[in-house]
């Protein structure tokens, strides 16, 4: 597509339980980044991929929290042992590189009951 | 550490008037800066940017913003307001060098009269 693309659009899980938020950036951008936007605490960088590797972590909140890329494009952010307190909307953007404009998908908007 | 504060959290203007959101950095040097548009369940929209030059920067929609050094602001402007601008604005800045790492303020609600 032409967009970065996040699934699912809508998780709900309890707590305690494992999830997995995908995000499939805009092709060809070799920079992908994770957000988290919460009322309290509003847009929070997470983790920010050149590639595949991840030269700036410093945002993940706590070591439940941990993400990768594979092949340069597909992004998946894992958030172990959920609490309520992770809830809030993920969201995922791209950049053709890590010195360009970032866009964004919708999000997903994760509710841990 | 850089910061972002927007210090107005909710705006009403009415359609046809102009518009002025604010935006005040604070950083060692002069940050990459950014204005982005939210509408409700979508992610962020890019409306324009500044890096370097030309302190004052056209953007999409019909915003333009103006980077004033001296005051530490990039603050967002609209001549005419239209009822679909209603939505949520966010400035962001970035390190010298590198787009990566945003830090974003808190947000402006727009709303639209008619």
């Keep these: 597509g032409a967009g970065v693309s996040q699934s699912p659009s809508n998780k709900v899980t309890e707590k305690g339980k494992d999830v997995e938020l995908r995000c499939d950036p805009i092709s060809g951008h070799t920079a992908l980044y994770w957000y988290r936007q919460s009322l309290g605490q509003g847009l929070e960088f997470l983790i920010y991929f050149q590639g595949n590797s991840a030269p700036d972590k410093s945002g993940l909140p706590s070591d439940r929290f941990s993400a990768e890329r594979t092949g340069g494009s597909v992004s998946t952010l894992t958030i172990q042992r959920t609490q309520q307190e992770d809830s809030a909307v993920y969201l995922c953007a791209s950049s053709l590189d890590g010195d360009q404009p970032q866009h964004f998908g919708d999000g997903t908007r994760l509710s841990i009951l | ?114």
Excluded: M
Excluded at chain 2, 14 to 21: P, R
């Design chain 2, 1 to 114: 550490a850089q910061s972002v504060t927007q210090p107005d959290i909710h705006i009403t203007v009415s359609e046809g008037a102009s518009l002025e959101l604010r935006c005040n950095y604070s950083y060692g040097a002069t940050p990459y800066l950014f204005w982005y548009v939210q509408s409700p369940g979508q992610g962020l929209q890019l409306l324009l940017k500044y890096f370097s030059g030309d302190t004052l920067v056209q953007g999409i929609k019909g915003f333009e913003a103006e980077f004033k050094r001296s005051q530490s602001s990039f603050n967002l402007r609209k001549p005419s307001v239209h009822w679909s601008d209603a939505a949520e604005y966010f400035c962001a800045v970035g390190a010298p060098g590198t787009a990566s790492k945003l830090t974003f303020g808190t947000g402006t609600r727009l709303q639209v009269t008619l």
